[in-house]
């Protein structure tokens, strides 16, 4: 594993943190998912918090939408999204490179 420069981490903790900030400032997320995902963004650097990031959405999302299918949740109800991001942060340490690479094949 290489060393990677102290603002990696600290753009990743920024980052992380940042977005659900804002989601947590126009409602529809709590304070603890913040600092959760700032310190997981510290651990993973840039660019991985994205694709923890895009990970934990796209889980939770297709959790969600099969527990509202399933009926086992109401639509307002509240998921904690924790364990996604968790989740998220763990796919992109043991794969986050590899992701990034394959997703930019195609783009460039």
């Given at each position: 594993?290489?060393?990677e420069?102290l603002?990696?981490?600290?753009?990743?903790?920024l980052?992380?943190?940042?977005?659900?900030l804002?989601?947590?400032?126009?409602?529809g997320m709590?304070?603890g998912?913040v600092?959760?995902f700032?310190?997981?963004?510290?651990?993973l650097?840039?660019?991985n918090v994205?694709?923890?990031f895009?990970v934990?959405?796209?889980?939770?999302?297709?959790?969600?939408?099969g527990l509202?299918l399933a009926?086992?949740?109401?639509?307002?109800?509240h998921?904690?999204?924790?364990p996604f991001?968790?989740?998220g942060?763990l796919?992109?340490?043991?794969?986050?490179?590899d992701m990034i690479?394959?997703?930019?094949?195609f783009?460039?």
């Open positions: 594993m290489t060393e420069p603002w990696v981490h600290l753009l990743g903790a980052c992380g943190g940042g977005v659900l804002l989601l947590a400032l126009f409602g709590g304070m998912d600092k959760l700032a310190l997981l963004g510290w651990l650097g840039w660019p994205i694709v923890a895009l934990a959405c796209a889980l939770g999302t297709a959790v969600g939408g509202q009926g086992v949740v109401q639509k307002k109800q998921i904690p999204f924790g991001l968790a989740f942060t796919v992109a340490f043991l794969y986050g490179p690479r394959f997703y930019l094949t783009i460039g």
